[in-house]
Structure formats: structure tokens, C-alpha cells
């Protein structure tokens, strides 16, 4: 069983920055695909950012160039800097482990106004 704890959510004014850190459990990290989502209210969960094992990155359109995935794995860690934030990223973001099967963590809230 993987646990997946988000932080770091917060309100920030458009064009500001946040950082996310997602903790997860488990010895087998390394071997984790992870990903960061984000489901804004009335529309669909959205893959926002995915980092692989060998730690290639993989972006939705939307936020290339603005977001950044990265990943720890001597602290178990996975991080999604965000900058250039949009009224449009407002979202709850996941963090999600793929080994195995899926694990999701509860979710962080973030906020841009405009």
C-alpha cells in the first residue's frame, strides 16, 4: 500500500508561484511512475505533469513551460513548481503513484485570482 500526502496549496495572486511537495510511503519509490493531476470544480480530473522512473517529464499543453516536475527519491519526495500562475490552474491537484496499481493522495487546494 503507497500513501500519498500533498502540501504547499495555497491563494495566490495570478502570475505569482507555488510549489507543491507530495510525500509518499513505501521502499519501492524509485520504482514509482508519478504524476500530478488537478480537477477544477464542475470539470474532469486533468493530468497536469508526469515524471518517470529514469525521470523524464512529460507536460500537458496547458501548463508546459510554466510547471516543473520533479522528484526525490533519496526523501520519497515529488514536487510540481508552478509559476506564471493563471486564474485557470485553480484547481484541487493530486498526486498520484502508479506501481502496481494507482494510489492517489487527498488533494491540495490552489487557488489564483486574478
Known amino acids: 500500500q503507497v500513501q500519498l500526502v500533498e502540501s504547499g496549496g495555497g491563494l495566490v495572486q495570478a502570475g505569482g508561484s507555488l510549489r507543491l511537495s507530495c510525500a509518499a510511503s513505501?521502499?519501492?519509490?524509485?520504482?514509482?511512475?508519478m504524476r500530478w493531476h488537478r480537477q477544477a470544480p464542475g470539470k474532469q480530473r486533468e493530468l497536469v505533469a508526469t515524471?518517470?522512473?529514469?525521470?523524464?517529464?512529460i507536460y500537458a499543453d496547458s501548463v508546459k513551460g510554466r510547471f516543473t516536475i520533479s522528484r526525490d527519491n533519496s526523501q520519497k519526495m515529488v514536487y510540481l513548481q508552478m509559476s506564471s500562475l493563471k486564474p485557470a490552474d485553480t484547481a484541487v491537484y493530486y498526486c498520484?503513484?502508479?506501481?502496481?496499481?494507482?494510489?492517489w493522495g487527498q488533494g491540495t487546494q490552489v487557488t489564483v485570482s486574478s
Open positions: 498520484n503513484a502508479q506501481f502496481s496499481d494507482d494510489y
Open positions: 513505501g521502499d519501492m519509490f524509485r520504482f514509482y511512475v
Open positions: 515524471i518517470t522512473i529514469s525521470g523524464s517529464t
